[in-house]
């Protein structure tokens, strides 16, 4: 565009020329398009308005890396490469991203390099990860962004002592474990719309705590122990916490993402998200960051190729979900995933891998750790065509010595149940038959807290049952199987210790013909609810184990999903959005009465929030259960005036109807007498209000329903 000229140079420009501009049609001119030579339009003032660029302020995607050694031209090239190869793994250099400064005088470097990435979360990351490395005895990397530069060169040289903040107490994140009438919360998400609420089935109704709308953009989800609330957005994720408030805590920075995970101490938080490629000939990528749950900060991120996150040996397409599985117990020491012939076990002291190598398992599909100990278990399948049995395998970490092994023949497939105290492991074998025309299923049951690990096999009466669902009884010794072929399994009981088999696994019962197929122990014990889903839409039996009897049985039509509140004491079951209809949730008691019910449109979640371990010694807990009706009497009287409470309300809300009832009748007699005189008027003085005014006539009359036609055959009619 031409510089841009005034109206008086213009005039001036004219004059000289001997124009007079007041003779000339200026709307005949017709400019080139897109030109205005410099003039500006009065009506267009606005669209001329020069506003700033806002440009990208600083280097943040550069990052600067100290303490290289100092070295001749020669070995320039080797020096770089080796750099090159550490900062290439964290994420792409750019082109002509790299600077290495020379001493002109020397000609030999200044110990010190410029590293420039395609992004600042790259230059971040590159910080978080080399800052300390250690590239030999006498050179450890010292690595800033170069915006941080700025920030110690205004450093002051005079020190002065920093502000004393005054002491403002946070909320009390555990407080809501001190109601007083000892409730459970959940939460919930309708609509736009996320709610967390008391579980209060004495008043046969929840009470709200908190809601939001909009507080989530996906989906939320509590941590391990009920600590923290979490939810997720376009820019990333987020922690809230308290009794009733749920300020925000934390924000954790990570476009996009999908899917997050708590380690089981609540000390960390994974984040998750995938770039699909627009282009087929590009990769499709992901990116995990581990972050500091307390403090936010970044630990360590896991960028590359979708394909390297695809678990282990298995024909499974995709990345499954945890891509990272934390190791056993609350102290959120380890944490592992599977790759190729290889489980990558990390620690979270320096988050990186044990030893600096992964464990070699060749040919490893699958692994699971057990849920109080450093303890993997892993599966190999058979290789050369049965030649090499397949094997599950006890390994301990961090020494990564295997502590058992059980070789196993004629597998098609495995799935490994741990039970939750860490004591058991299930093993569920299906084995083909050497035509492997069909295939039979059995168990294959460690003892992991005896000495040398015994292993005792268990096999189904009838071995070509199909196993429908598995589960270990919570902080038990007892599992159920559903099993059968068909339209009603059966469903057994079994024990890994009774008084007559202290060390070896016995039957306590079959039920026959159930309309089931899941599992839903009490987190108690003793409790469980057969449910059958899906086909069997919402049938319920809440059976307990102990006496070998039905409970009671019950009805959600078209139940997604069930879940037992973190004391055992009540059940929540519900429909969520897959169903159009019935949308909504129900509460049980441990016994199988339903409690209340609540429909909600849109219904997407239930979540009850988790409660953390008992500080109650196993001595305590029972102590408390033997004098348990010492107990129970304080409780039972708070039932009895909460029941009175329930009573007199009821009562008021009777007698409230009935006087509304009195005083609507009242209104209309009282308007009835005021239009007395009116009636008698338009009835020619008749009163006929009452009664025996009237007489009542029975008129009976016929009404033709239906009429038929009978069409008669015209031969017929000749013959």
């Known amino acids: 565009m031409a510089s841009i000229v005034s109206m008086a140079d213009i005039e001036a420009t004219?004059?000289?020329?001997?124009?007079?501009?007041?003779?000339?049609?200026?709307?005949?001119?017709?400019?080139p398009p897109g030109e205005d030579f410099g003039i500006k339009s009065d009506d267009d003032e606005d669209l001329y308005h020069e506003e700033a660029l806002e440009l990208e302020a600083g280097f943040g995607n550069v990052i600067v890396v100290d303490n290289l050694p100092v070295i001749p031209l020669e070995k320039f090239e080797k020096l770089e490469g080796v750099i090159r190869k550490i900062y290439g793994q964290i994420g792409p250099i750019r082109e002509g991203g790299f600077w290495m400064p020379v001493n002109p005088e020397t000609k030999k470097t200044l110990g010190y390099c410029f590293i420039e990435y395609n992004t600042s979360q790259d230059a971040k990351s590159a910080k978080e990860n080399t800052n300390g490395y250690k590239l030999d005895k006498s050179h450890i990397f010292a690595v800033n962004l170069f915006d941080e530069i700025e920030k110690y060169m205004k450093i002051p040289d005079e020190w002065t002592p920093a502000e004393i903040k005054p002491y403002v107490p946070s909320e009390n994140l555990h407080k809501w474990l001190t109601d007083e009438k000892a409730r459970d919360q959940f939460v919930i998400r309708a609509g736009p719309f996320t709610e967390v609420f008391w579980n209060d089935p004495r008043q046969m109704m929840p009470e709200l705590v908190y809601r939001r709308q909009y507080w989530t953009e996906s989906f939320v989800q509590w941590s391990p122990l009920g600590t923290y609330l979490a939810t997720v957005h376009r820019q990333g994720a987020a922690i809230w916490g308290g009794a009733s408030t749920f300020n925000r805590l934390m924000r954790f920075a990570h476009p996009q993402v999908k899917l997050i995970d708590f380690s089981p101490g609540e000390k960390y938080i994974v984040t998750y998200s995938s770039h699909e490629p627009s282009n087929p000939r590009e990769k499709h990528w992901v990116l995990l960051n581990f972050f500091d749950l307390r403090t936010g900060k970044l630990m360590r991120d896991f960028r590359g190729n979708a394909d390297d996150f695809v678990s282990g040996s298995s024909n499974v397409t995709g990345v499954s979900w945890p891509v990272f599985r934390w190791g056993g117990g609350r102290e959120d020491k380890f944490f592992a995933r599977l790759g190729k012939n290889v489980i990558s076990v990390y620690e979270t002291e320096t988050f990186t891998l044990i030893d600096k190598k992964s464990l070699k398992v060749e040919n490893v599909a699958d692994f699971t750790w057990s849920p109080t100990d450093p303890i993997i278990a892993c599966f190999v399948p058979e290789l050369g065509g049965g030649n090499q049995p397949a094997r599950v395998s006890l390994?301990?970490?961090?020494?990564?010595?295997?502590?058992?092994?059980?070789?196993?023949?004629?597998?098609?497939?495995?799935?490994?149940?741990?039970?939750?105290?860490?004591?058991?492991?299930?093993?569920?074998?299906?084995?083909?038959?050497?035509t492997k025309k069909s295939t039979t299923t059995g168990f294959e049951l460690f003892r992991i807290k005896e000495r040398d690990i015994p292993i005792e096999v268990l096999e189904l009466e009838n071995k070509n049952d199909k196993i429908v669902a598995f589960a270990w009884e919570p902080k038990g010794h007892r599992f159920a199987i559903i099993h059968g072929d068909g339209p009603r399994p059966d469903i057994s009981f079994y024990s890994m210790r009774t008084a007559q088999n202290v060390g070896r696994v016995s039957k306590l019962a079959t039920l026959k013909s159930k309309q089931a197929n899941a599992l839903y122990?009490?987190?108690?014990?003793?409790?469980?609810?057969?449910?059958?889903?899906?086909?069997?839409?919402?049938?319920?039996?809440?059976?307990?184990?102990?006496?070998?009897?039905?409970?009671?049985?019950?009805?959600?039509?078209?139940?997604?999903?069930?879940?037992?509140?973190?004391?055992?004491?009540?059940?929540?079951?519900?429909?969520?959005?897959?169903?159009?209809?019935?949308?909504?949730?129900?509460?049980?008691?441990f016994n199988g009465k339903l409690l209340y019910r609540i429909p909600k449109d849109q219904f997407y979640q239930f979540l009850w929030r988790p409660r953390p371990p008992s500080l109650l010694s196993p001595e305590k807990e029972e102590e408390i259960s033997k004098n348990l009706k010492k107990y129970s009497k304080k409780y039972e009287a708070e039932d009895q005036d909460v029941s009175l409470q329930l009573s007199e309300q009821d009562r008021k809300k009777r007698k409230m109807i009935q006087e509304e009832w009195d005083q609507w009748v009242a209104q209309w007699k009282k308007l009835h007498e005021e239009e007395k005189q009116l009636r008698l008027v338009l009835r020619d003085g008749e009163a006929s209000d009452e009664e025996e005014e009237y007489e009542a006539k029975e008129v009976e009359g016929e009404e033709v329903i239906d009429v038929t036609e009978e069409i008669v055959d015209s031969d017929d009619d000749q013959d």
């Not at 004219?14 to 400019?31: E, W």
Request: contains cysteine; glycine residues 8%.
């Open 14 to 31: 004219a004059k000289g020329l001997g124009i007079d501009l007041s003779a000339v049609n200026l709307d005949s001119i017709t400019l």
């Open 395 to 434: 390994i301990q970490v961090p020494s990564k010595e295997e502590m058992r092994q059980k070789n196993l023949f004629n597998v098609s497939d495995i799935k490994m149940y741990w039970q939750n105290n860490g004591e058991y492991l299930a093993v569920k074998v299906d084995r083909h038959t050497k």
């Open 521 to 589: 122990w009490s987190p108690a014990g003793r409790f469980v609810v057969l449910a059958g889903l899906k086909g069997f839409n919402g049938q319920l039996e809440f059976y307990n184990v102990d006496e070998l009897e039905t409970m009671a049985t019950g009805e959600h039509f078209m139940a997604t999903y069930i879940e037992w509140d973190p004391t055992g004491r009540y059940c929540a079951t519900s429909v969520t959005s897959v169903h159009e209809m019935e949308n909504g949730f129900h509460i049980w008691s």
